[in-house]
């Protein structure tokens, strides 16, 4: 092996590349992994992105596989690539806390599939990743291990509940990550640090040995710097799972074939009232010149409406709140002073909501899933902001959105992440911007049911005419 | 926010006690804050799909079938 890049040079590179790199015999997987390491070491005390980090098993699986590749044997497209797991996602033999402290001495006896999936892929599991508390809750300032920073601006929280996955990734210790996603935990810290990450449909991606927080809701992606980078982790996960039996069978594509097919002639859903209302005005204004872009590309942008679109975030944290609830009874029973103070509150209120509640919420959902079906007649995507707002400080509970008002940051961070939690339909989201403090603005594309190679290809053509995603923190 | 749920504190203890969680009297405002909103939007939702136009919609839930069941042994 041989290379004439720096540590440096290394992690700047995409995913996509660091892999071809890597098959080419360019650059050494124990290259990729050192270059990796000493940028955790060099930021992580400031970001507390990570909860575990694998140094000498991660080197020696690349060692493993240098020896392999040099006696012509790859693992698959992952090869040599070296990513990071959020902390709720179990690996055997490695601590798996959940960002917890009750879970802090856990040691899995079985990987995840996604986990088994991505060794077999090739990737690399370079460390787990810090995260809110059991998932449940949207800063990831976590009483346990840290609260988490964004590399933009280390004063400001990098959103959640996957925000040391969204961290990591966005100053480049690592070249993707898994994330979990309930009611926007993958889309919310990835629009928030200005990467890549899908929450893909409700099904197609195993959960298997994934803490929960909300069954009917949950789910797991890769979150990446490029489109291109999220579509190759994608194809290492996807598919059925005989130990998930909420995975159907339904085929899974090449996620990555129709990357340059570009958007002529795909019709653009926006929901004017909905998508445009109550956002801070740099969110508005990159999600506008987004959607320009896509028609400068060939797209046509389509006015629709869904009638019952409000009220989806009462649903969203009536459901979030009594599934978590259920799952945490006995140790919020036998040590809740082992929670953080806002996920036993959560908890608590969890336990509080009547079967009526639940159970009109979950009907809410198929009206609005009925109804975003029925949009799909008229439309192949939708766009909207991924969240109201930009990167508030760490630690803060609310945010002002409208000048003056300060709002609970549970409710308003979820304004746009809930309707695919609730539908259950696949969401992108994709940097389209920066606010006047230089920190990032993200949309969401919303796909059909198993549409996810349309979603990146979307993604793929806007991230081909804008350069958002070529932009790195100063960190 | 509705006034039928404005919750105080003798409100959330009779709810955690119906619960069976032993609540303690300090965290009875703290949830009560939290859970008026919440649930004042819940019911909110409720009038909505208890409308009759929604009558025959039904609840996601499922019913998973594990992995080789009902397969010809």
């Known amino acids: 092996m041989s290379t004439t890049r720096t540590s440096s040079e290394l992690v700047e590179l995409p995913l996509a590349r660091a892999a071809e790199l890597v098959e080419s015999g360019d650059v050494s997987p124990v290259e990729l992994v050192d270059a990796c390491v000493e940028r955790i070491d060099a930021v992580d005390d400031q970001l507390r992105a990570y909860i575990t980090v694998y140094r000498d098993e991660a080197r020696e699986v690349a060692r493993a596989q240098e020896t392999m590749q040099r006696a012509g044997h790859r693992l698959g497209t992952l090869h040599g690539v070296p990513v990071a797991l959020k902390d709720n996602i179990a690996m055997r033999g490695l601590r798996t806390t959940a960002g917890s402290k009750i879970l802090d001495g856990w040691i899995p006896e079985e990987d995840a599939t996604v986990a088994a999936r991505l060794k077999s892929s090739g990737a690399i599991l370079i460390g787990k990743t810090n995260m809110h508390e059991f998932a449940w809750g949207g800063t990831s300032a976590n009483p346990h291990h840290g609260f988490v920073r964004n590399p933009w601006n280390p004063e400001r929280f990098p959103a959640g509940s996957s925000g040391g996955s969204g961290a990591a990734v966005a100053a480049r210790t690592a070249f993707g990550a898994l994330g979990t996603d309930t009611g926007g935990s993958i889309r919310l810290p990835s629009a928030i640090n200005g990467i890549v990450g899908i929450r893909p449909t409700i099904g197609r991606v195993s959960n298997f040995n994934v803490i929960p927080l909300a069954w009917s809701m949950d789910t797991v992606g890769p979150m990446c710097r490029t489109v291109e980078d999220c579509a190759l982790m994608f194809n290492a996960i996807a598919g059925a799972d005989p130990r998930d039996g909420a995975t159907p069978n339904v085929p899974v594509t090449d996620y990555t074939a129709d990357l340059r097919r570009g958007v002529e002639g795909v019709r653009i859903g926006v929901i004017p009232d909905y998508f445009f209302h109550h956002l801070q005005p740099p969110v508005e204004r990159s999600v506008r010149d987004a959607l320009a872009t896509f028609e400068h590309l060939g797209a046509t942008v389509v006015e629709v409406s869904v009638d019952n679109i409000h009220g989806n975030i009462s649903a969203q944290l009536t459901i979030e709140s009594c599934e978590p609830s259920a799952y945490h009874q006995r140790w919020l029973r036998e040590r809740p002073e082992d929670y953080g103070d806002d996920v036993r509150l959560l908890l608590e209120i969890g336990e509080m909501h009547s079967a009526v509640h639940y159970l009109q919420a979950q009907r809410y959902r198929a009206l609005l899933r009925a109804e975003f079906l029925e949009a799909f007649r008229s439309v192949d995507v939708f766009v909207c902001p991924t969240l109201p707002f930009t990167a508030t400080k760490v630690g803060e509970m609310s945010v002002e959105i409208e000048h003056g008002v300060e709002e609970d940051m549970l409710a308003a961070i979820m304004q746009f992440t809930g309707v695919p939690s609730l539908t259950g339909l696949p969401s992108l989201a994709v940097p389209c911007g920066f606010d006047d403090d230089a920190l990032p603005v993200g949309m969401q594309l919303i796909g059909q049911p198993f549409d996810e190679a349309r979603l990146f290809r979307l993604g793929a053509a806007f991230q081909e005419a804008t350069d958002f995603h070529t932009r790195a923190p100063t960190l | ?73």
């Not at chain 2, 008026?36 to 409720?46: E, I, K, R």
Request: charged letters at 25%; zero cysteines.
């Open chain 2, 1 to 73: 926010m509705d006034q039928e749920t404005q919750l105080d504190e003798a409100a959330v203890r009779a709810l955690a006690l119906a619960a069976g969680l032993a609540l303690p009297a300090e965290r009875e405002g703290l949830v009560a804050e939290q859970l008026g909103p919440w649930l004042s939007a819940a019911n909110q939702l409720n009038r909505k799909m208890a409308a009759e136009e929604h009558r025959a919609v039904a609840p996601i839930t499922a019913f998973v079938h594990p992995a080789g069941e009902g397969d010809e042994s």
